[in-house]
């Protein structure tokens, strides 16, 4: 059965975006021995992949080639929003436990990759439906911006179990399993 995972980058005090969505500060560690490798060999295990949005707008705005994804993705939204030709995009809106089932099948015998954000992150996390988080801590702190879960607080604490340390250039890839 697929895992639903969340793969992301963070600053060293816990946000994947600073204001505005901007990711300069992170794409500058893209070039680091080992990270596109490591990023690239987790894709190839990836079904399906959802996002919130924001997210989905961001993608589309920045992507030089084309959409990049090479499977389904699904996009969680409460706003009106357009697809690009040969993308397989589902637009939906509702919560992400009803849709958990469909995106797994979805996957198939791959992984579901939350993209993001952290609100929508922070929606899996509270509803109990992330299996793994691999977090790639870089050495830069931002001081405010997207926090890493959406910065709503949980009801009921979430543990995790930690499966590898990997240093890569002053980045650190944590890879957690869920307790």
């Known amino acids: 059965m697929a895992d639903f995972v969340y793969f992301v980058g963070s600053s060293l005090d816990g946000y994947i975006a600073s204001d505005g969505g901007d990711l300069a500060w992170l794409e500058q560690f893209n070039e680091v021995e080992g990270v596109a490798a490591a990023y690239e060999a987790f894709e190839a295990g990836v079904g399906c992949v959802v996002m919130g949005g924001d997210t989905y707008e961001w993608v589309r705005a920045h992507a ?39 995106l797994r099948r979805d996957a198939g015998d791959k992984d579901v990759y939350i993209v993001g954000g952290g609100s929508l992150a922070g929606e899996f996390l509270s509803a109990g439906l992330i299996d793994r988080i691999v977090l790639t801590l870089v050495p830069v702190a931002l001081g405010g911006g997207v926090p890493l879960f959406g910065g709503n607080p949980l009801g009921v604490p979430a543990g995790f179990t930690l499966e590898s340390v990997v240093e890569r250039g002053g980045t650190v890839e944590l890879a957690y399993r869920a307790a």
């Open 64 to 102: 030089k080639d084309g959409w990049p994804y090479h499977v389904p993705c699904w996009v969680f939204t409460h706003h009106e929003l357009g697809t690009d030709d040969g993308a397989d995009v589902v637009l939906v809106r509702g919560s992400v436990q009803m849709f958990a089932d469909e």
